[in-house]
């Protein structure tokens, strides 16, 4: 079993439509949490880090659930421009080892 | 330039040739990362420095990977006798501090 999951998709939206992707972790002890963007061919890029509190960056919001070892993004008024590869990343903070593991990524195609 | 630089872009070499990828870091940045991504998948962890020291290479697959960053900054990650599950695109981060990786674009590696 992975030690991120996510739904590879694609899913396929309608320009203005809101959608929601999820990820679950294994590792209890992973302490930090991200949402990372890839387009096709280039590289990974942090799109926002994930509080328990939950936050928002404009149309982007993402949440966090320790107990249940689950992430989610939600992205609002979809654009054109949001097609991508969305990765679920997690990281452990122990002993300076800082490096991230990432879910295989789900892909979002916005449609006009 | 001010982001991560890797070189080659491209390499196709032939099944049992050694290989060598570049990683030019964000200057200053301390903490150097390489990843492993094959197709259809999300970047796997190689190995992690710290300045000149390699505190992490959990992550090579076999003997047949090394890297080294000699002076603290910039990585070279060899491949000896090459296979062709090899093939995939090997990604390098940087960060300084606690601060999130910002990847290079990658070297995508064909082995034939």
């Known amino acids: 079993r992975k030690e991120v999951e996510q739904d590879p998709g694609p899913f396929n939206v309608p320009e203005g439509a809101t959608v929601a992707f999820n990820c679950t972790y294994s590792?209890?002890?992973?302490?930090?949490f991200f949402w990372y963007r890839q387009d096709c061919r280039k590289e990974p890029k942090l799109l926002m880090s994930?509080?328990?509190s939950g936050n928002e960056d404009g149309r982007f919001t993402a949440q966090l659930n320790r107990a249940s070892q689950y992430i989610s993004l939600l992205i609002r008024d979809s654009k054109l421009s949001d097609s991508a590869t969305y990765l679920c990343?997690?990281?452990?903070?122990?002993?300076?080892?800082?490096?991230?593991?990432f879910g295989s990524g789900t892909r979002l195609q916005v449609q006009p | 330039g001010a982001g991560v630089s890797q070189s080659p872009r491209y390499k196709v070499a032939k099944r049992g040739q050694d290989v060598a990828l570049r990683c030019d870091p964000i200057?200053?940045?301390?903490?150097l990362f390489w990843y492993q991504q094959a197709l259809g998948q999300g970047p796997e962890f190689l190995t992690y420095?710290?300045?000149?020291?390699?505190?992490?290479k959990s992550g090579l697959p076999s003997d047949r990977f090394f890297a080294e960053r000699p002076e603290g900054s910039v990585s070279t990650l060899k491949i000896q006798r090459t296979q062709q599950e090899d093939s995939a695109v090997y990604l390098c981060?940087?960060?300084?501090?606690?601060?999130?990786?910002?990847f290079g674009d990658g070297t995508r590696l064909s082995i034939l």
């Open positions: 981060a940087s960060s300084g501090g606690n601060q999130p990786q910002h």
């Open positions: 590792n209890s002890a992973s302490q930090s």
């Open positions: 994930v509080y328990s």
């Open positions: 990343v997690v990281t452990q903070s122990d002993t300076g080892r800082r490096a991230l593991t």
């Open positions: 200057s200053g940045h301390v903490s």
């Open positions: 420095f710290q300045n000149e020291a390699q505190l992490d």
